[in-house]
């Protein structure tokens, strides 16, 4: 059995439960709450899903810490410590909320802060992510690879998304949009930042950047990157920590240099 074989087949497990709640909910309309501002959602299927991920890890490791977007704070366990989870019920409200089929279950777990195991579920196309570290990624079993032929930026596919949180896009403006545009082969931003993880690491993409994201929004594709031959770092190249902002680039691993340099992030630009 492979390390972390337990823990893998719950975190898949509970992936897959939740993404059935999506699938089932995604064209039938469920209420529909604002967080922070307007244009931060939940709905019941957040909440939902979230109850069965934390109440199914929990009775499977009882000792384990488990973080959840949607708890709000209300953690248990110690995050950060021996063992934490972090978990995304759903990623990808606004779409799931405007019935555009593009969202994921992220779950991931971190030892000592550093995620090693991840699963990413896209119900609606049925294709479950996963990593462990030392191990490979995989898609539904097979073996899965970052994109390797492609070693420029006016190659490549590049993918971004907009903080939930109104209050945090003003912080987008720290890095060359304009630059990036101009060089890139071209650039999306589908709204789930768990998926367009995946998606680097299956090939399908080539970078990815975002400001203002949540552990919980990226430790299960940090891992999945990773493990598929590619890059994970913050905005000037350095490790990528899981703290309160996290600010990240994750690509092939042939572009990052040329990615960042075009970012060009100012940490101490004005905030407009
Ligand atoms: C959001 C998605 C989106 C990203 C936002 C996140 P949520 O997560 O990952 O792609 O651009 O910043 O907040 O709220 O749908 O889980
Ligand atoms: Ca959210
Ligand atoms: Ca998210
Ligand atoms: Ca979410």
Not at 92 to 104: D, E, R, S, Y
Not at 109 to 114: L, T, V
Not at 158 to 172: E, K
């Amino acid at each position: 059995m492979n390390r972390l074989q337990a823990e893998l087949e719950v975190a898949v497990r509970a992936a897959r439960e939740a993404g059935q709640l999506i699938k089932d909910k995604i064209y039938r309309h469920s209420i529909t709450e604002t967080k922070s501002c307007l244009s931060d959602l939940v709905t019941e299927v957040d909440r939902q899903a979230e109850a069965g991920i934390t109440g199914l890890i929990r009775r499977h490791f009882p000792g384990h810490a488990v973080v959840g977007e949607e708890q709000q704070g209300n953690y248990t366990g110690e995050p950060g410590g021996n063992i934490t989870w972090y978990i995304d019920p759903l990623d990808g409200t606004t779409n799931f909320v405007f019935g555009l089929p593009f969202c994921a279950v992220s779950i991931a777990m971190a030892e000592h802060g550093i995620p090693v195991l991840g699963v990413i579920h896209d119900p609606l196309r049925e294709e479950t992510f996963t990593a462990v570290r030392g191990d490979g990624a995989r898609l539904n079993g097979s073996p899965i690879n970052t994109d390797k032929s492609i070693a420029t930026l006016d190659q490549s596919l590049l993918v971004t998304g907009y903080p939930g949180n109104i209050n945090n896009r003003p912080r987008m403006h720290r890095v060359n949009y304009k630059e990036v545009i101009d060089r890139c082969n071209n650039l999306r931003a589908l709204g789930s930042a768990a998926l367009e993880l995946a998606y680097i690491a299956s090939g399908r993409l080539t970078g990815f950047w975002e400001v203002s994201l949540k552990p919980w929004d990226v430790a299960a594709g940090m891992v999945l990157v990773k493990e598929a031959g590619g890059e994970v770092s913050n905005l000037t190249g350095q490790p990528l920590l899981l703290t309160e902002n996290v600010d990240i680039a994750a690509t092939n691993g042939l572009i990052h240099r040329e990615l960042l340099e075009c970012l060009a992030w100012r940490e101490d630009s004005p905030l407009e």
